[in-house]
């Protein structure tokens, strides 16, 4: 699966006759407008009257890749700490009153932003804006609240990375790819810098970043531009810009020298697995045209069930239990294509990847065909259209883009984007990218001797 199929919501299943000429291809969130407030807040509206529902969304463009040496952490933990309430609004009030109207909420940091959201009624929307806009300008934090989160996120590290063998692969694949830039250390922190976070970083933190200049709001669902804007302006619109944020500059990475491989073993580990990840441009960082043609390459190669992986590796040699590619192409800086493969109870990691190996000197040597462009296209501007189905899931598309580069307009151009690739495109990307020097192999095992290296 494409990590920007993900962003358009979901990989599915489409009929090959489906087809969309040029001059049809539609545009992603047509009926999305946006415009600024005085103080530097971005506000995009997306229209959708089909139930009296609302997703109300505020991004933050700061995330892990934008903490400084030593610091690791400290974008989650602030996220964390943004629930602790205001001077209004004491700890979990805002969360009572979204529970108390039927509504829902949560969070969640990335590499680039940060972002808080909750699904409500559409008579509710006016409370959760100022609610939001409190906790954007009035956060109340102390040394016992900061001491308290603190352990909590210690815990959710070690309950979802430390105790598992996967997750510690996934960080360990990541530092060695990444040479020369953040997205190398993991969002959640580095457990011994995160031990260290305290009052001063927090605050620090919040002031440089959580300032309406920084962020963008989404609102989606049953409203209009002018009822979202009149509550924007008697909400957000009283905070004032605290701070001009920082550049975000992503570290260029070296041109790649040598392979690296990665093994873990662990005794909790049952089903032996192997990934490999090189270093690809995103949309952001890649040359026009190139984080498509990857999106692309990466639904021919492992996009589900007709993807040449699994179709070689599940069916055709009976291998592998599961294969498949993906492309997370919704970063600033450089990114990842990559490649994993589970063998089956009687087959070995060493035959996995062996199949892999192929499958990729296939593609770098002979190239894709125009048929499997063509139905890749077909399936990714599928994705596009059920999309539209989901008012919370276009929300969470344009948030992405607009917080890791795009403008509206290069959003809602995206299926466009992808109707324009070319199979030279597609080929040149392959033989550019998939280059095994840029490349990082991982292999999970219950014991050492599995390992095929």
């Keep these: 699966m494409t990590s920007t199929a993900r962003l358009f919501a979901f990989v599915l299943a489409v009929p090959l006759m489906l087809s969309v000429a040029a001059a049809e291809v539609p545009k992603f969130a047509k009926n999305a407008t946006s415009f600024t407030l005085g103080n530097g ?8 009257h089909r139930a009296p529902i609302v997703t109300h969304m505020v991004w933050y463009k700061a995330g892990a890749a934008d903490e400084r040496p030593g610091e690791s952490g400290i974008a989650h933990f602030l996220e ?17 009153v979204v529970t108390s109207v039927g509504g829902n909420e949560n969070a969640f940091t990335s590499d680039d932003v940060t972002a808080y959201h909750q699904d409500v009624a559409k008579q509710h929307l006016a409370t959760m804006m100022a609610f939001e806009a409190d906790r954007m300008a009035n956060l109340v934090l ?34 060695a790819l990444y040479q020369n830039s953040r997205y190398g250390i993991p969002t959640i922190g580095w457990a011994h810098e995160m031990a260290e976070l305290d009052l001063d970083d927090a605050l620090s933190w ?21 009822e979202v804007r009149s509550l924007a302006e008697v909400t ?35 089903q032996p697995s192997m990934q490999r990840v090189y270093l690809a441009p995103s949309y952001a960082s890649g040359e026009p045209g190139e984080g498509a043609a990857l999106d692309i ?33 919704g970063t600033l800086g450089d990114a990842m294509f990559g490649f994993y493969g589970v063998p089956r109870d009687d087959g070995t990691l060493a035959e996995v990847e062996a199949a892999i190996d192929a499958e990729i000197a296939a593609l770098v040597a002979n190239g894709v065909t125009e048929a499997e462009v063509a139905g890749a296209k077909r399936r990714l501007l599928a994705a596009t259209i059920y999309a539209e189905d989901s008012a919370s899931a276009l929300a969470r598309s344009l948030g992405m883009a607009l917080t890791s580069g795009s403008t509206l307009a290069e959003a809602q151009a995206w299926p ?8 030279d495109a597609v080929n040149a990307a392959a033989r550019k990218y998939l280059e095994i020097r840029r490349s990082v192999t991982g292999y999970l095992v219950g014991d050492a001797s599995q390992s095929p290296s």
Excluded: W
């Design 142 to 175: 102390d040394e016992a609240a900061v001491a308290t989160e603190r352990e909590v996120i210690l815990e959710e590290r070690s309950s979802r990375i430390d105790s598992d063998p996967r997750a510690q692969l996934g960080e360990a694949v990541r530092a």
């Design 206 to 226: 919040y002031n440089r970043y959580y300032t309406p200049n920084n962020a963008v709001l989404i609102v989606a669902g049953d409203v209009t531009e002018e």
């Design 80 to 96: 964390h700490l943004m629930f602790k309430g205001t001077k209004d609004h004491p700890e979990g009030e805002f969360s009572k």
């Design 236 to 270: 957000y619109g009283e905070v004032r810009r605290r701070f001009d944020p920082p550049p975000r500059d992503r570290a260029e990475e070296p041109e790649p020298l040598a392979a690296r491989t990665v093994t873990l073993s662990d005794p909790q580990v049952t």
């Design 297 to 329: 390459l990466s639904e021919i190669v492992g996009g589900g069930t007709i993807s040449r992986l699994y179709r070689n590796l599940v069916v055709d040699q009976a291998i592998a239990a599961a294969a498949g590619a993906f492309y997370q192409s």
């Design 41 to 48: 807040l971005e506000v995009v509206v997306i229209p959708d």
């Design 416 to 423: 466009a984007t992808i109707d324009a690739v070319t199979v």
